[in-house]
């Protein structure tokens, strides 16, 4: 079992994040701070959402065969 933890900041508008109900948008792609590109449903960060869009530091883990396991907010 050799889960992954990735750290990683978002900053995603209302307006934009709006795109995921209207079905234009489904997945959120973005980099690590350790340098590695990350792409999830956006439905994942969904929790997370105001009223002015989905603002802070956040941490995913993954399974070894890059399976979602779980995402909290950091800051």
Not at 54 to 67: C, D, L, Q, R, S
Request: glycine residues 6%; proline residues 3%; positive net charge.
């Amino acid at each position: 079992m050799n889960n992954q933890s990735l750290v990683f900041k978002l900053a995603i508008p209302a307006e934009k994040y709006l795109s995921v109900y209207k079905g234009l948008a489904k997945t959120i792609s973005t980099l690590t701070y350790d340098g590695r590109r990350v792409e999830f449903s956006a439905e994942k960060v969904r929790p997370f959402l105001t009223h002015d869009g989905v603002y802070g530091t956040f941490e995913m883990h993954i399974t070894a065969e890059k399976k979602f396991l779980s995402i909290k907010k950091l800051a």
